[in-house]
């Protein structure tokens, strides 16, 4: 598979290295995460990240993104050999950082697809999205020094400085179905999480409702997950936000293509 040059900034058709969308996957399988959990579905995984989470379950489309440029009829048309599916879940990397999504939800649109975009909610695009998962990264996602997967926390600054947007954040509740779905490392998070949550109520118009925020255990194997998701199903009931399971990952553990 060619290797994709690194992609960070969001893209523009005329930056763009190719024409389409830099692809690392897509396979067919049940939505894992989230209100939707259960529902089978198409995901389309394209590759690069405008950040670095030290946790990233998705290394090859972050650390070491990896993929082959797929024009948007081929992607459709792969979509479309999964026949069950209805649902179809854009996801990365970080999706948004490349113009040429908003022509793939168009044409998924225009199919009669329902779309969700798993984003990390710091690029906002006007395109038909349905459920906007966003994943807004807390500081305990940061690639510090001691948590680099790759260096010797080269990505630390930039990282911590484009992790939240308020403007992207506010616009994209105010114009999408949301789910607000935060990776819970434990309860040291929650302080951050309702304060976030506080200020993204303050700059949107639209109401967010506290079982429209997600709490989901950090966690990228069975085995990871044992550690985690019981203390965050408590911080769930604590707090009165909903628990999300890993449900792709408690069935098929880290199997590739799930
Ligand atoms: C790989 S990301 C791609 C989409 C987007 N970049 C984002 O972060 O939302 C897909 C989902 O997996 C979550 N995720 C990534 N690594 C994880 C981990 N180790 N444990 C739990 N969730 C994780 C992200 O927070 C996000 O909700
Ligand atoms: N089954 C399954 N559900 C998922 N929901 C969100 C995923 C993602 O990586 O964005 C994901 C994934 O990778 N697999
Ligand atoms: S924002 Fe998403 S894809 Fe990017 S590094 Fe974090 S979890 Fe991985
Ligand atoms: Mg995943």
């Known amino acids: 598979m060619p290797v994709v040059s690194d992609v960070e900034e969001p893209t523009t058709d005329a930056d763009a290295a190719g024409e389409g969308l830099p692809i ?6 049940l939505q894992g995460e989230g209100t939707l959990a259960g529902v089978p579905s198409v995901f389309v995984r394209t590759s690069g990240c405008n950040l670095r989470c030290w946790f990233c379950d998705s290394y090859h489309t972050s650390w070491e993104p ?11 048309e792969e979509v479309q050999s999964h026949e069950q599916a209805n649902h179809v879940v854009l996801t990365g990397g970080e999706p948004l950082i490349h113009e040429e999504s908003i022509d793939l939800l168009e044409r998924l649109d225009a199919e009669g697809y329902h779309t969700t975009v798993e984003t990390n909610g710091t690029i906002y695009r006007d395109a038909p999205i349905d459920l906007a998962s966003i994943s807004p990264k807390l500081a305990s996602s940061t ?3 001691d ?12 990282h911590e400085q484009n992790r939240i947007d308020m403007d992207a954040l506010s616009q994209m509740v105010d114009d999408y179905e949301t789910q607000l779905k935060f990776v819970v490392t434990d309860e040291t998070d929650l302080p951050e999480i309702t304060d976030l949550v506080d200020r993204v109520r303050a ?5 967010i409702a506290d079982d429209d925020v997600l709490l989901m255990p950090e966690g990228m194997t069975r085995e990871q997950l044992d550690g985690t998701r ?4 408590e911080l769930a009931m604590e707090y009165g936000y909903r628990y999300t399971p890993r449900l792709h990952v408690d069935l098929w553990n880290d199997a590739p293509g799930t």
Not at 203 to 207: D, E, I
Not at 230 to 233: D, E, G, I, K, P
């Open 230 to 233: 019981s203390q965050v199903a």
């Open 147 to 158: 948590r680099d997967p790759k260096g010797e926390g080269e990505w630390e600054e930039k």
């Open 143 to 145: 690639p510090t020094p």
């Open 203 to 207: 700059a949107a118009t639209t109401t």
């Open 66 to 76: 990896t993929g082959a440029w797929r024009d948007v009829d081929t992607i459709v």
């Open 24 to 29: 690392n996957e897509v396979f067919y399988s």
